[in-house]
């Protein structure tokens, strides 16, 4: 995937209580883990895993390890533990926030040897996986009776154990959710390398709900190394469409107006005329170029519901001012139309040497309003900012374009103003990417000091070493106190929650 | 539970909420969470401390229409929620039994992970809870998630705490997601006494494509039913599919249309004033000896098909008859936990509700109490491991 050329080289992370250098005897520990062709130390070898899918920013592990079991990274994690060096697990490193990113001289724990179908159980509507498997592999092993609903557009290489750190969405997850709620079963490995087994193939097993705590958590609170998953039937129908409008807030018009029928489509996107533009000479799928949004609908369900919700949104589409529809006559037609929106990141080098994607999230209603902002920014900046949303969970994509490298600082400001403009419109920083390294410093733009507090109890209770995936998520690094008894009386000896710059 | 002779508190905000919590740390002493006060669940015993009454947070602070959310503090009654929205043809999709006068919360509903038919639809309170304050036993008061159905950033903490029964905090206000309220219904029934005929059947459903806005299943004496209830324009038609389906699995099947109070006794089924709950975690495959045993047991058991979850409901009896018959019941369906909900205090004290194993991930529940709670100040004793 193109990105920004600025190389940003992180130093090393000093957050962990006490992070040792990765010894020799380490290294030896691990090569007889994982055999020693599974264990890169080479620059060479190493520079692939400097970066996950967010090039800008860069940092070289002290070795990649590359376990072919759940037993070996248990083993690789407890080799950590004993020496105190700090780890990152990364899938297929496709992630969009830095949050696979190394950390300088530590281990790198990469699961893309781990792609095993465990078990596929249709009757229960369950699968159980590695978390090297990728996404597009689980809705392959399940099919035709059955799939995988979350797809995130990097859907064919992305792997389900970070989809499960990401807790990714995708263009479906309006009507369908997030990998959050698909996941009934983790088996994961704490930064002790404890290994703990949470919920099953059941649901509401009694506990805490650490699943959805781990879910999510970008690797901060262990490694996941078996994952079921929930499975839905495949609908009986699918319709799509794509309607073109000259303005997306005309697009967005409809969009309300779809929701607010009480229709839930399986997805709905939509595309500014930037990024059709891109898109279009990328994969020609005829969109015309000259309209201000296309808006993509796609219903699913029983044929007889389908059918009916269908002349409702076509119906509201003219009504809102489409200038044209098209709708899919088959599955090719179908996936000409998905293939241009799926393109549509990949394209944008086609129509800017660089760009920032942001992930910004705001309620749907405010669509045109923040949509107003964003154009206003972009004129007072000076920039072009194409727009990609998943418009029934009003996340916005913003692709802010720049041309050389003298741009790419007020490039990232613009696309942290447009973060700030999601937030007040009562939004968030992230609805799919994550916080990883790159947007670590807009928490506090979204939450306050109680709430990162709070955040960090639930990170110290599963990781008080900090040792997995330290300098993520959290906007400035800090340490855990003492693990406190749990009958102890006074709040003072209670954790300090020391902070290091 | 002796709860009648704690002394109550009954703050005005969220503010107030966390002073008493930290007053509370200080000196020592057990805070007890109350909503509708309508599900004395878990450990016998957590009878001891302070009450804390969430009656006065009862506001709907925001109902946003046009975006399908809500912001509500903990103490909104379910039912009075679920009218306003009625007028706004939309729902929160979370249908658990009300209890006793009818008085569930919001917040005592998602605590303590409570759910309805609607589940299998829309999920469970932790899929629909997009934000969430707390008020921690350190004072402060914490908000994690946002106002938007889409959202990664930080910990999903919401989550951690549906369901934690007040054990790590006190939830003062969720936002939840809302959807749009259906206008019409149809519910196909199935009927046998067969109950490897009845899961047949309810599995054959599961795997349809038909979208069901809920799937259940009923035993009770001597007869199984499953019900798949159709929501929406073509709510008829698609109940005639499954009827069609449900009559090629070998039950008597037929189509209802004023089907309110097949649902309404589904939900209620999942309550007992006198005898004893036990809600089981298990699979779609094993309904037919879930029914077995609830049969053997001379229970009543509603469960939602699709999920493997149902509720096994004994009749009243003598303390140890009950207890002899919980055990007797997950004996026979283990490995698949078995959670005793509603029962005498009495009963409870005989034996653990919540069948959780000492394993791995109760050292870790453990160590998330301990950061949260490090007092114990919070509904201490009740749940999971003697949390």
């Not at chain 2, 829309?122 to 959202?151: E, P, Q």
């Not at chain 2, 097949?262 to 779609?284: D, M, N």
């Amino acid at each position: 995937m193109p990105g920004p050329t600025r190389l940003v080289t992180v130093p090393a992370q000093t957050i962990t209580t006490d992070p040792a250098p990765l010894t020799p005897e380490l290294l030896a520990r691990l090569r007889a883990i994982c055999g020693p062709a599974h264990v890169l130390t080479e620059p060479i070898q190493l520079r692939t895993y400097e970066s996950d899918g967010l090039l800008q920013y860069r940092a070289t592990p002290g070795a990649v390890v590359l376990p072919g079991s759940a037993t070996e990274v248990r083993d690789v994690v407890r080799a950590c533990a004993t020496a105190g060096v700090p780890w990152v697990a990364r899938g297929a490193g496709s992630g969009l926030s830095g949050g696979a990113l190394p950390v300088a001289e530590g281990v790198l724990i990469a699961v893309t040897r781990m792609r095993r179908v465990l078990e596929v159980d249709l009757p229960n509507g369950r699968i159980v996986v590695q978390p090297g498997v990728t996404n597009t592999e689980v809705s392959l092993a399940v099919g035709p009776t059955h799939f995988y609903p979350p797809d995130p557009s990097s859907q064919i290489v992305c792997s389900i154990g970070g989809n499960v750190a990401e807790n990714s969405g995708g263009a479906h997850c309006f009507k369908y959710g997030f990998t959050t709620n698909y996941v009934t079963g983790l088996e994961i490995v704490l930064a002790d390398g404890e290994v703990v087994t949470l919920g099953g193939k059941e649901v509401d097993r009694p506990g805490y709900d650490l699943l959805g705590a781990f879910v999510g958590s970008e690797g901060t609170l262990g490694i996941c190394t078996a994952i079921t998953l929930r499975l839905i039937p495949v609908a009986e129908a699918t319709e799509t469409m794509v309607a073109f409008f000259d303005s997306t807030s005309h697009a967005g018009e409809a969009v309300s107006e779809i929701v607010s029928e009480g229709v839930v489509p399986g997805a709905i996107e939509m595309m500014d005329t930037l990024t059709i533009q891109a898109a279009e000479e990328a994969v020609h799928a005829g969109f015309p170029t000259d309209v201000g949004a296309a808006l993509i609908v796609e219903l699913d369900g029983s044929r007889a519901e389908c059918d009916a919700r269908f002349d409702d949104v076509v119906r509201i589409c003219e009504r809102s001012g489409a200038s044209e529809i098209r709708i899919a006559r088959d599955d090719a037609e179908r996936m000409a139309i998905w293939k241009t929106r799926k393109a549509a990141f990949a394209a944008m080098g086609r129509v800017a040497p660089h760009y920032y994607v942001q992930d910004g999230v705001i309620p749907r209603t405010k669509l045109p309003e923040v949509l107003a902002r964003i154009t206003a920014l972009a004129e007072e900046y000076g920039m072009r900012v194409g727009n990609v949303f998943h418009a029934g969970d009003g996340n916005l994509h913003p692709l802010v374009c720049y041309e050389g490298e003298e741009e790419a600082e007020r490039a990232e400001e613009l696309s942290g103003r447009i973060l700030e403009v999601c937030v007040e419109a009562g939004g968030s920083i992230t609805g799919e990417h994550g916080i990883g390294v790159d947007k670590k410093r807009h928490m506090p733009t979204m939450f306050a000091e109680p709430d990162l507090a709070a955040f960090q109890h639930l990170r110290c209770a599963f990781d008080p070493r900090g040792l997995a995936n330290p300098g993520k998520v959290m906007p400035t690094p800090r340490l855990c106190g003492e693990v406190p008894g749990p009958y102890r009386q006074h709040p003072l000896e209670r954790e300090g929650i020391a902070e290091r710059f | 539970m002796a709860t009648e002779t704690l002394r109550s508190e009954t703050p005005q905000d969220a503010e107030d909420a966390a002073e008493l919590l930290r007053a509370c740390a200080a000196d020592g002493i057990a805070v007890r969470f109350a909503g509708g006060a309508t599900k004395a669940w878990g450990h016998a015993g957590g009878d001891d401390g302070l009450r804390l009454c969430t009656s006065a947070l009862d506001t709907i602070v925001e109902h946003n229409r046009g975006d399908l959310t809500a912001v509500l503090q903990a103490g909104v009654p379910l039912r009075a929620l679920d009218e306003l929205l009625a007028d706004a043809g939309q729902m929160l999709a979370l249908d658990p039994p009300l209890g006793a006068g009818d008085a569930a919360t919001v917040g005592g509903a998602v605590a303590a992970g409570d759910s309805g038919p609607l589940r299998h639809r829309y999920g469970a309170a932790r899929d629909l809870v997009l934000g969430m304050t707390v008020a921690l036993s350190d004072g402060s008061l914490a908000r994690a998630g946002s106002k938007v159905i889409k959202n990664v950033a930080g910990y999903d903490l919401a989550k951690l705490f549906s369901g934690s029964f007040g054990t790590l905090g006190l939830i003062t206000e969720v936002i939840v997601r809302l959807h749009p309220r259906p206008p019409d219904h149809a519910t196909a029934v199935g009927a046998t006494d067969d109950p490897a005929v009845l899961q047949d059947a309810a599995l054959a459903l599961a795997a349809n494509s038909l979208e069901a806005q809920a799937l259940d299943v009923r035993w009770e004496a001597g007869e199984g039913l499953v019900l798949a209830r159709f929501a929406g324009i073509a709510a008829t038609e698609q109940a005639a599919a499954a009827e069609r389906l449900l009559g090629a699995s070998g039950v008597q099947a037929r189509t209802v249309e004023e089907d309110a109070a097949l649902w309404t006794a589904q939900r209620t089924g999942q309550r007992s004033a006198k005898g004893a709950v036990v809600r089981v975690s298990g699979r779609p495959t094993q309904l037919a000896e879930s029914c077995e045993a609830a049969k053997a047991a001379g229970a009543t058991l509603v469960g939602r098909a699709a999920l493997g979850l149902s509720w096994i409901a004994l009749p009243a009896a003598a303390p140890a008859e009950l207890v002899q018959a919980i055990a007797g019941l997950r004996d026979t369906l283990r490995p698949s936990p078995g959670v005793v909900l509603d029962a005498p205090a009495a009963v409870r004290a005989q034996l653990d509700p919540w069948d959780h194993p000492e394993d791995s991930a109760l050292v870790l529940m453990r160590r998330v109490k301990a950061r949260f709670d490090p007092t114990a100040t919070c509904n201490p004793g009740i749940f999971v491991g003697g949390i």
